[in-house]
């Protein structure tokens, strides 16, 4: 299997799955000098950890990291770090029955028909437990990129019809949702609580605001920073679609009032609006990078649903075992880790944009 690499100065490999020994990544290119433990990362797993609340799965993991290389005397040494979460939690029986069929809204039937083979417990490799190697990654990143001043602000914007109406940075941590807005964590509860009761799942939105980010990341061509970012964000198995900015809003608008002005502030050049989200001509410009990713509901759910075998035999098929009912929230932190590791990485290939920052950074 190929492509489970990402970045290219900043690179990740991930490895593992759902119901194998263990998981986990590969960072290269990390520079020397960056203090880093297990604690570092261990704060980011948490926040994707199964097991948080009544509307996420049951399987009990307590996802501890061991960083195996790379690190030295609580520093980073310009080597590959390596990264493992052991897995605990395996029931692999859960998912006999559905050994030979497809589950509807899952990876069973293209990946059956690309590799000719399929680990049916719980996905293998197409399972969302695959991205506690992105999380561990991204929290790496995430610490390099604090020390450049660049910081991520990433929450549940809504869960299925519920949106949310004020961003309430503190109160992000108080729900089970991830929400900047109580009252609309409320509305979701109750709306998933309905879900439930139907045997079914809700989908939703996770909005990241990066601040800090300097103007000139991305190339204007197929190296294009919103690109990169909405490759990455859509490399999350449950994403359907990701907006930079107002997204889909500006084609519903002129382009007198979508574009942004400039002017000067403190001698700087700041816009006088944002309705780019931060990119322009898909480089950065400066100004709070804010992108949605609209991730669809769960697709295991134990209402019956039509499928078929391997064999081709038609089937009524009723999934078990521990499942999430809505994805979004513990997809929060797995939105901020992908969207540090493309920031990191364009950050350390803009180095060499100039002839004179690289005269510069090597003269005498």
Same mark, same amino acid.
């Given at each position: ?16 799955? %759902?119901?194998?020994?263990?998981? $986990?990544? @590969?960072?290269? =290119?990390?520079? +020397?000098?960056?203090? &880093?433990? !297990?604690?570092? *990362? ?84 197409? %399972?969302?437990?695959?991205?506690? $190697?992105? @999380?561990?990654? =991204?929290?790496? +990143?995430?610490?390099? &990129?604090? !020390?450049?001043? *660049? ?95 107002? =997204?889909?809003? +500006? ?114």
């Amino acid at each position: 299997m190929s492509q489970s690499s990402f970045g290219r100065k900043f690179a990740v490999t991930t490895w593992g799955e %759902s119901h194998g020994k263990a998981l $986990g990544a @590969v960072v290269d =290119g990390c520079p +020397a000098g960056l203090s &880093l433990d !297990e604690k570092d *990362i261990q704060i980011f797993l948490n926040r994707r950890r199964p097991g948080q609340s009544r509307y996420t799965t049951a399987r009990q993991e307590g996802d501890q990291v061991e960083i195996l290389s790379g690190v030295f005397e609580g520093k980073t040494t310009g080597c590959p770090i390596s990264l493992i979460v052991r897995n605990k939690d395996q029931r692999s029986g859960d998912y006999g029955n559905i050994a030979f069929s497809y589950r509807p809204g899952h990876a069973d039937y293209t990946f059956d028909q690309k590799y000719g083979f399929r680990d049916y417990r719980g996905g293998g490799r197409s %399972s969302g437990r695959e991205t506690i $190697g992105r @999380v561990a990654a =991204g929290a790496i +990143a995430a610490k390099l &990129l604090k !020390e450049l001043g *660049i910081s991520f602000l990433t929450y549940t914007h809504s869960i299925g019809p519920v949106s949310i109406s004020h961003l309430h940075p503190e109160e992000i941590p108080n729900n089970d949702f991830y929400m900047p807005d109580a009252s609309a964590a409320d509305k979701a509860g109750e709306y998933l609580n309905q879900c439930m009761k139907e045997k079914d799942s809700a989908g939703g939105i996770v909005e990241c605001r990066i601040n800090g980010v300097p103007a000139g990341l991305g190339d204007p061509v197929f190296g294009k920073l919103d690109a990169e970012l909405a490759k990455a964000i859509m490399s999350i198995g449950a994403v359907k679609a990701v907006e930079i900015g107002d =997204g889909i809003q +500006a084609t519903l608008s002129k382009g007198s009032k979508n574009n942004d002005g400039f002017s000067i502030k403190n001698n700087c050049v700041v816009k006088t609006s944002n309705h780019s989200g931060g990119i322009m001509g898909g480089i950065s410009d400066g100004d709070e990078i804010i992108l949605r990713a609209h991730i669809k509901p769960t697709p295991s759910i134990s209402l019956p649903q039509n499928t078929i075998t391997n064999a081709g035999e038609i089937q009524n098929l009723e999934i078990y075992g521990r499942h999430d009912p809505v994805i979004v929230p513990r997809a929060v932190v797995v939105v901020e880790a992908m969207a540090a590791l493309t920031i990191t990485d364009a950050l350390f290939s803009n180095m060499s944009s100039r002839l004179d920052r690289i005269l510069d950074f090597y003269k005498k």
